[in-house]
């Protein structure tokens, strides 16, 4: 039995048209053969045929009659396929790549904060740039000048198991009573707690972090030590510094249950601030400012002695951190945001 007149077919399904098939169209519709029937011979959707009949039909006997032809079939297919295949805006957006990987590397931007931003300022119009998502597949591409091993959080991240502990010390309210308006995040003045080490001894500096959770602005104060008293001083700085305006500042203050927190309820009975502490192994009650700790660790490296580290060096981080456009902001900054509470709780105060 020839190809031509084989009735039965091991074809695989989702397989392109070959142009042996193509004849067999041609010849079967000279037959006067249904297209259901020549699917069946062939062994693939009615659909199939049709789409191949209307892409090869052409004019013949002087563009008069329609005919279906496989060698026009098989040269719409060719040119089809020259077509297909993802398609990169690469060269086309080269403007826009050089901002991204300039703000990258001079910045230290996130590629979602450089789409975002140029997005926000109207720096580009939005044709003349790509998302997000696309920046990352140019990098796991090898189109940027920016590598995988450039991104800090791709390489790092590792899922890890909840554990979850019951309290092993009381030093204060638990965060079970802290309002739900702080979880909502929609009220200024609710701040996170940590402490960052550098080297594993006891004559290293330590870094008090703080961050307000609305508006994410972030701060770093460098210690002596861990000590309670040195860390309970540093609040009692920071409540001379926003002096009559503490209380509207810091409205309530959540961390942890380390020893190096135990004096900090005690700032309860000189302000109004509700002082709140996380459960054991729960980092993730407190993740914003665990994040932002895992930002210093891009500048100051676990194990390194942050006494090395000049106040300024400290400060540029501290700057570089607020000074980041964030897509949960809308592509504003913490400081901009900060400082627009300041000014309602000022203006208040003025009225």
């Given amino acids: 039995m020839s190809q031509l007149n084989s009735t039965t077919s091991s ?102 904060a ?31 000048r920016i590598k995988n091993h450039n991104l800090p959080e791709k390489l790092s991240r590792k899922p890890k198991k909840h554990r979850d502990k019951e309290n092993k010390r009381k030093l204060g309210r638990s965060i079970n009573e802290r309002s739900d308006v702080v979880n909502e995040r929609k009220e200024f003045g609710h701040w996170e707690c940590d402490l960052v080490l550098g080297a594993k001894t006891k004559d290293d500096q330590v870094l008090l972090t703080l ?48 020893s190096e927190f135990a004096s900090l309820s005690e700032l309860e009975s000189i302000t109004k601030t509700l002082i709140y502490f996380a459960h054991p192994y729960s ?16 500048f100051i490296p676990k194990g390194k002695r942050i006494d090395q580290y000049s106040l300024q060096d400290i400060a540029d981080v501290e700057i570089w951190c607020n000074s980041l456009p964030r897509k949960i902001l809308g592509y504003k900054t913490p400081d901009e945001l900060f400082e627009d509470e300041l000014d309602k709780i000022y203006q208040v105060d003025a009225a």
Wanted: with cysteine; proline share 2%; aromatic share 12%.
């Fill in 11 to 112: 074809r695989k399904k989702g397989k392109h048209l070959s142009f042996e098939e193509r004849v067999i169209i041609q010849l079967r519709i000279k037959d006067n053969r249904s297209i259901r029937e020549i699917a069946r011979e062939i062994g693939c959707s009615p659909q199939t045929v049709s789409n191949e009949i209307h892409r090869g039909t052409v004019l013949m006997y002087k563009n008069h009659t329609p005919h279906y032809r496989a060698k026009a079939g098989q040269k719409s297919y060719e040119e089809n396929r020259l077509r297909c295949g993802r398609t990169y805006d690469f060269l086309n957006k080269s403007e826009f790549i050089d901002y991204v990987t300039s703000h990258f590397f001079d910045d230290n931007w996130s590629l979602d």
């Fill in 114 to 144: 450089c789409f975002g931003k140029a997005l926000q300022e109207g720096s580009f119009s939005r044709k003349e740039m790509v998302c997000t998502k696309t920046l990352y597949n140019y990098v796991s591409s090898g189109l940027l």
């Fill in 211 to 258: 961050l307000e959770r609305v508006t994410r602005e972030f701060i770093v104060i460098p210690l002596a030590d861990k000590n309670a008293n040195t860390v309970y001083k540093a609040f009692l700085d920071l409540k001379c510094t926003y002096s009559e305006h503490f209380n509207e500042v810091f409205k309530t203050i959540t961390t942890d249950n380390g």
């Fill in 283 to 298: 980092s993730w009650e407190k993740g914003s400012i665990e994040r932002h700790n895992g930002i210093i660790r891009r």
